[in-house]
Nanobody
Framework: DVQLQASGGGLVPPGGSVRLSCAAT????????MMWYRQAPGKEIEWISS????????TYADSVQGRFTISRDNAKNTLFLQMNSLKPEDTAVYYC?????RGQGTQVTVSS
C-alpha cells in the first residue's frame, strides 16, 4: 500500500524556518512527480509545490515562491519542504502527495 507520512511541523515564530519531511513507501518513489499541499483552518486544500521525478524541475504557488524550497532524496524515498520567512498565513496542515494519493499531514503553526 502507498504510504506517505509527513513530519517536522510545529510552532514557529513569524520569520522563522522549518523543514518538513515526507517518508514514502509502497511505490516506486523515484519515478513519480511529488507534491506538497496545505490546508488552512476553514479553507480548501491548496497545492503549493511540485518536483519532477529526477528532482530538476520544481514549481511553486505564488503564495510561497521565493520562500519555500522543495527537494527530494530518491535514495531514501523522502521528500522535503524547506520553509523560510514564515508568515502567520502559512499556518496549516501540510501534506505530501503524488498522483492519486495524499498522506498524513503535519501541523505548522506560525505564531509569536
Amino acid at each position: 500500500d502507498v504510504q506517505l507520512q509527513a513530519s517536522g511541523g510545529g510552532l514557529v515564530p513569524p520569520g522563522g524556518s522549518v523543514r518538513l519531511s515526507c517518508a514514502a513507501t509502497g511505490f516506486h518513489f523515484s519515478t513519480y512527480v511529488m507534491m506538497w499541499y496545505r490546508q488552512a483552518p476553514g479553507k480548501e486544500i491548496e497545492w503549493i509545490s511540485s518536483i519532477t521525478a529526477g528532482g530538476l524541475g520544481r514549481t511553486y504557488a505564488d503564495s510561497v515562491q521565493g520562500r519555500f524550497t522543495i527537494s527530494r532524496d530518491n535514495a531514501k524515498n523522502t521528500l522535503f519542504l524547506q520553509m523560510n520567512s514564515l508568515k502567520p498565513e502559512d499556518t496549516a496542515v501540510y501534506y505530501c502527495g503524488k498522483s492519486g494519493s495524499r498522506g498524513q499531514g503535519t501541523q505548522v503553526t506560525v505564531s509569536s
